[in-house]
T-cell receptor
Framework: GDSVTQMEGPVTLSEEAFLTINCTYT??????LFWYVQYPGEGLQLLLKATKADDKGSNKGFEATYRKETTSFHLEKGSVQVSDSAVYFCALKEYGNKLVFGAGTILRVKS | DAGITQSPRHKVTETGTPVTLRCHQTENHRYMYWYRQDPGHGLRLIHYSYGVKDTDKGEVSDGYSVSRSKTEDFLLTLESATSSQTSVYFCAITSGGRGTGELFFGEGSRLTVL
């Protein structure tokens, strides 16, 4: 079946550092791809999405590009803030409007 | 914010007792989902519904059942809770159709089975 693999965390960065969280997927066809973020004590919320190859999703300074050739959707941000500390989930949409999630990556940003 | 309410938000129960979690939406969305979140596993789909009385199993459905008698309510039942079902449970909804598949999540229900 479809699957998503994320880099293991936690990732600990200093404020204003560059962030990359790797995400690769296995799927039949070309699924839509998502990044969700979960702040402490809350549910998940959509951060960004891309629906076809070479699309770039962006929001709040975060970006990710749908790379069909490498089956990847890596999350990047040029300068992280303490408020970005959260758990980040990569996900793909498979048949039946179901999302398959990666294991999540904890991000900790120090001031 | 999407109108999704989960109840109860926290529950402690004993092994062997039945438990029902409720998800209520005010968005009239067709699709509803129950996921569980566990460290190292991310979110895993338990059951989902694509309409009133239309439900199907996800990847971790053993020990769980669901019901959807109204568009707005999706119930998750543990007939006889076990310690392995200690988890945080999330309900999610989406309108489906030709949309991009964005799911809106509730705030979660933390269940502890002693």
């Amino acid at each position: 079946g479809d699957s998503v693999t994320q880099m293991e965390g936690p990732v600990t960065l200093s404020e204003e550092a560059f962030l990359t969280i790797n995400c690769t997927y296995t799927a039949t066809g070309y699924p839509s791809l998502f990044w969700y973020v979960q702040y402490p004590g809350e549910g998940l919320q959509l951060l960004l999405k891309a629906t076809k190859a070479d699309d770039k999703g962006s929001n709040k300074g975060f970006e990710a590009t749908y790379r069909k050739e490498t089956t990847s959707f890596h999350l990047e941000k040029g300068s992280v803030q303490v408020s970005d500390s959260a758990v980040y989930f990569c996900a793909l949409k498979e048949y039946g409007n179901k999302l398959v999630f990666g294991a999540g990556t904890i991000l900790r940003v120090k001031s | 914010d999407a109108g999704i309410t989960q109840s109860p938000r926290h529950k402690v129960t004993e092994t062997g007792t039945p438990v029902t979690l409720r998800c209520h939406q005010t968005e009239n969305h067709r699709y509803m989902y129950w996921y569980r979140q566990d460290p190292g596993h991310g979110l895993r789909l338990i059951h989902y519904s694509y309409g009133v009385k239309d439900t199907d199993k996800g990847e971790v459905s053993d020990g769980y059942s669901v019901s959807r008698s109204k568009t707005e309510d999706f119930l998750l039942t543990l007939e006889s809770a076990t310690s392995s079902q200690t988890s945080v449970y999330f309900c999610a909804i989406t309108s489906g159709g030709r949309g991009t598949g964005e799911l809106f999540f509730g705030e979660g229900s933390r269940l502890t089975v002693l």
